[in-house]
């Protein structure tokens, strides 16, 4: 059975940090580039970071830059969005998404939620004062 079981969302102020968790069953990450969507509030779900072991490519939204990062964990087949200097647009569920890697450029599917394979739940994170 395949599942993508998220963690680590919740409140924090604006300037702080969260660690979201994505641990990954039913599927290796050697196969399939995963990566986070979010969607806030009334708007549409949105790519924020994706990563291909298997072709090395990778996906980060402009405003991830200096804040977010993503990375894998081999032996825990699993994901982590490491954010920082989080501000209150940033506020949203967060979804661990996985699609299965092609040759080159697995993380462009990351453009659009259309072409995901598997989804988490979502966690929700929320920045406020």
């Known amino acids: 059975e395949v599942q993508l079981a998220e963690s680590g969302g919740g409140w924090v102020q604006p300037g702080g940090s969260l660690s979201l968790s994505c641990v990954v069953s039913?599927?290796?990450?050697?196969?399939?580039?995963i990566g986070w969507f979010r969607q806030a509030p009334g708007q549409e779900r949105e790519g924020v970071s994706c990563?291909?072991?298997?072709?090395?490519?990778?996906y980060n939204a402009d405003y991830t830059e200096g804040r977010f990062t993503i990375s894998t964990d081999n032996a825990k087949n699993s994901a982590s969005l490491q954010m920082r200097f989080l501000k209150p647009g940033d506020t949203g569920v967060y979804y661990c998404?996985?699609?299965?890697?092609?040759?080159?450029?697995?993380?462009?599917?990351?453009?659009?939620?259309?072409?995901?394979?598997?989804w988490g739940k979502g966690t929700l994170v929320t920045v406020s004062s």
């Open positions: 998404a996985a699609v299965r890697s092609t040759m080159w450029g697995s993380c462009n599917a990351f453009l659009s939620s259309a072409g995901m394979d598997y």
């Open positions: 039913g599927f290796t990450l050697d196969d399939y580039a």
């Open positions: 990563f291909s072991r298997r072709d090395g490519s990778s």
